[in-house]
């Protein structure tokens, strides 16, 4: 059986960082300070979550100020956990860096830490 690659973005100037794949395989997130569906334009670092199936990518995060860093995807993609000194739903942190998690089915953030 041979292997297939799929490119999933273009990233010409930036990076993707911190990738990470859902366990059953449908889901990849990551971070970019990439305009990579056109809500970036400040380029900065922002949490982004693709479905492999259709190839959709939605920026989950839009920081003004602060950033994301590392992230990790759970088992079936319905939550990212991620770094951030930012402003993630109204959950404001200290302006240190803070856990926060994502969850994709209530389309919320929650501060972890």
Known sequence: MANTITQLT????????????SADGKW?????DEDIVGQNPENDFEVFLVELSSGDI???TN???????DLSLNANGERIAFESRGDHGGVIPDGNREIFVFDSLSDSFAQIT
Not at 28 to 32: D, I, L, T
């Open 10 to 21: 273009n990233v010409p100037t930036g990076g993707i960082f911190s990738v990470s794949t």
């Open 28 to 32: 990849v997130s990551f971070y970019s």
């Open 58 to 60: 939605t920026q989950i």
């Open 63 to 69: 920081t003004t100020a602060g950033g994301v860093g």
